[in-house]
């Protein structure tokens, strides 16, 4: 991101400040364990906020779907790969040996710290032994190559990112395993009002991903929900316009709600609600009830 605000012309000198979340210390209690939202970015966000910094960047599948009064998103960078993949220790499946999810053994164990891949593994492959799996990407790698899981499914675009695509065994299909919402997408936070900031930082948003990105969230929004819910989106620009298509599923796979919207690109607001509409009442309300009943 410093380097991006670098290489504008006549770009801001820009210095990286590390800031460590509640998210990032807690590595021994499942995500839809922990108590709250925000674990993510709350420290950076009060960081912008009480001006030690002056932006902060954040994957924007951990930001809220409502920011904290008085920051706003100047920007939303291109997508990168928003697909899920899988990455299989030697033993179980060479990489690039699998063509499906069903190619691994019965019984395998697959770490996850996601309940929307819990349960869409679950629906897939309800054999499967699926284990929570916390940490950076290079510590799950590891617990991998260590041999305490068969598989792990994570984000394409942070293995890429990382530089480690020759570790991917297989691209889990959108048909089948729909994204978190915003998963690839970069967001920067500025202040409110802060004219000069805004202006360098806008020059970094890209149009496309933040339509679908804000159909996305207002999906997301729509059905109050966060990391704690199994909901997946993904929005496409195609010719028609954007096209936004969501699931709901159940803890367990066993039900789950799926459909798609097509509009205009200025209406994905509209776009993401009403899609979380009709699936609410196609049977998604009843499911996500239950899931709170469960947890509280």
Known sequence: MASALRALPAGPDADLVLIQTEGDKIQDVPLSGVQG?????????EALLGGDVDVAVHSLKDLATV???????GAIMEREDARDVLLCSSSVAPTGSLSSLNDLPEGARVGTSSLRRRALLA???PDLDIGDLRGNVPTRVRKLDEGQYDAVVLAAAGVKRLGLEHRISFYLPLDEFLPAVSQGAVAVQTRSGDAPVSRWVGALDHSKTRATTTAERAFLRTLEGGCQIP??????????????RGTICSLDGTRAVYGEVTGRLEDAEFLGQSLAQDLEARGGRSILDEIKGVGS
Not at 234 to 244: D, K, M, P, S, Y
């Open 123 to 125: 629906r897939g492959r």
């Open 231 to 244: 909901v997946g989106a993904i929005g496409r620009v195609e010719e028609r316009g954007l096209r936004l």
């Open 67 to 73: 920011l904290p009064e008085g920051l706003e998103l």
């Open 37 to 45: 939202k925000a674990f993510f970015t709350k420290e950076i966000e």
